[in-house]
């Protein structure tokens, strides 16, 4: 029993730290996009595309990995995904094309789409019930930090050693942490004395469809799914891309400068998911009051960043990421909206159906707005006017979005 408390725990840093790996990955584009303009010569098009490969193939692993976690167990299935992501990140510093780059994220998205969920698999087989939302929560935050280390972190070795050389100590450091994994993971206790959880059991086919079924016939589903789509899409194609072109060629920052910012962003992130959860269950009392506040504040936040002159100074910036980030902190809301709008044996492919459109919303906005620059303004497609054009795209979309989640039913009450 001894031995199972250790290895918990184990289990828990080990697995926490791919899932560190996932939001690193997701978001390394955004600081080298110069870097990858220059070698090997990648145009706004190009840099979209790359990108946004990750979290197609990140997005599209979502529908089977449930089936995987319940055959193979999140042991298995994790380490076997994450070796093919130290395959992408080798591929992907190799690479010499925009094929080869391509193919290099897209084994990178593959490879990372299970440290999330199989983590929380984990965390329901190896703890009790009562310690999941605590340690969730500590996991989420932890995984956090692989954005803030996609920022000045990835800039200053990138900087020492080239963004190649970067991304091979990279893919090292993801084989060896999932090699550590495989060695040291369980998919269950070997004493009695855990939480009984049972054999892990496939789900029937046929239920699968029938609750797809409800669920598509569910205006409030639709609605959820199309505001995480907007709301994380918008978000993470800014971070993960389009942050850094214009923080380094719009407003004239260093590559150190714009990680502070970046810095910022996902710090604001880290304190809006809390404290609009604060705001929901305890303060508004209420679901899509403070997702609607979030909405528009993001949409706020982008529109003043589309209209500020190249010589803004970079406090100002700065705090119009930070905000930018704050408001987002309120889309994780949208779980537990969608949750608490179905009945609960349909929560969770309720929960991992809108899972699918926000990481399908990153790939969507990440190539979309790539290819709204290039076809509006050619000649400068990232240039002052091709990023107003952008990020007020973007404002507008999310402005409109809150409009529509008004129409969602409120699911809690002062009652």
């Known amino acids: 029993m001894e ?9 828990f840093f080990l697995a926490s730290t791919l899932f560190l790996l996932s939001q690193f990955f997701r978001a390394s584009v955004a600081v080298i996009a110069p870097d990858l303009m220059i070698d090997p010569g990648l145009d706004a098009q190009g840099l979209s595309t790359v990108s946004a490969a990750f979290f197609y193939a990140f997005a599209i692993m979502q529908i ?3 089936i995987y976690l319940d055959n193979l167990g999140p042991r ?10 130290a395959a992408g990140a080798l591929i992907f510093a190799w690479g010499d094309s925009l094929g080869w780059l391509t193919l290099g994220r897209v084994c990178l998205g593959i490879g990372m789409a299970c440290n999330f969920m199989g983590s929380l698999k984990l965390l329901t087989l190896w703890f009790a019930p009562r310690q999941f939302a605590t340690l969730s929560a500590i996991m989420v935050s932890l995984g956090t930090a692989g954005n803030l280390a ?10 020492a050693m080239g963004w190649r050389r970067t991304f091979v100590w990279m893919a090292v ?18 004493t009695e004395a855990e939480p009984a959880t049972g054999p892990p059991v496939a789900p029937k086919l046929s239920e699968t469809l029938h609750t797809a079924r409800l669920l598509s016939r569910s205006a409030g589903f639709w609605i959820i799914s199309m505001g995480t789509f907007c709301r994380y899409g918008i978000y993470a194609a800014v971070q993960a891309l389009w942050a850094g072109p214009f923080l380094m060629q719009i407003i004239g920052l260093s590559p150190v400068a714009a990680g502070n910012v970046l810095l910022m962003m996902n710090i604001g992130l880290i304190v809006g998911s809390p404290l609009s959860g604060w705001f929901s269950d305890w303060v508004l009392v209420s679901r899509k009051k403070v997702i609607i506040a979030g909405l528009i504040g993001m949409g706020a ?12 100074g970079a406090v100002t910036v700065a705090a119009l990421f930070f905000s930018f980030g704050l408001f987002s902190g309120a889309g994780q809301i949208m779980y537990a909206h969608v949750k608490e709008m179905v009945p609960l044996r349909h ?26 620059m290039t076809r509006f303004y050619p000649e400068t497609a990232l240039g002052p006017e091709a990023f107003t054009g952008a990020f007020g795209f973007c404002a507008g979309c999310l402005l409109v979005m809150a409009l ?3 129409m969602t039913r409120e699911t809690l009450s002062r009652k």
């Open 3 to 11: 031995q199972d408390r250790t290895r918990r725990w184990l289990i």
């Open 64 to 66: 089977p990995i449930g």
């Open 76 to 85: 298995r299935t994790m380490t076997l995904l994450s070796l093919v992501a």
């Open 150 to 159: 996609a920022a000045t972190p990835l800039v200053l070795a990138v900087q």
């Open 173 to 190: 450091a993801t084989a060896l942490l999932t090699i550590v994994f495989s060695l040291v993971a369980r998919n269950r206790p070997r």
């Open 301 to 312: 936040a982008l529109a003043a960043l589309s209209m500020l002159p190249p010589v803004t």
């Open 347 to 372: 929560a969770g492919l309720a929960m991992t159906g809108i899972n699918f459109f926000t990481m399908l919303g990153v790939a969507v906005f990440l190539q979309g707005l790539g290819r709204l």
């Open 404 to 406: 529509v989640y008004a």
